[in-house]
């Protein structure tokens, strides 16, 4: 028998001190795989929300009025983490 651990983690701000505070989730399994079979271990899934901006240097800084040169969009990212692990025995 085996011990896995999976982590899926993302960078979500900054903290006080400028770290970046992470959002992290780990799943951990114990496996019995028969010599040259394959395991998939797989559920750790993750949506998150990101901030995209686009802007023409200089111009797009300027109070008041940057918005008309550049714009802004929210893309919605999704992963997951699958595990495929194919263990073999030399020797036998």
């Known amino acids: 028998m085996t011990c896995i651990q999976q982590e899926v983690s993302d960078a ?5 001190e400028g770290l970046p505070l992470v959002d992290r989730r ?3 399994s114990t496996v ?3 010599n040259g079979e394959t395991i ?3 559920g750790l899934t993750q949506t998150s929300r990101r901030k995209i901006q686009n802007k023409i240097p200089f111009l797009g800084d300027i109070p ?3 918005y008309l040169f550049g714009n ?3 893309v919605n990212v999704k992963t997951e983490v699958v595990v ?3 263990p073999t025995i030399q020797g036998e």
């Open 26 to 28: 780990t799943v951990s």
């Open 72 to 74: 802004t969009k929210w």
């Open 40 to 42: 998939v271990i797989g």
């Open 64 to 66: 008041g009025l940057g």
């Open 12 to 16: 979500i701000s900054q903290g006080r």
């Open 84 to 86: 495929f692990i194919k």
């Open 32 to 34: 019995r795989v028969k």
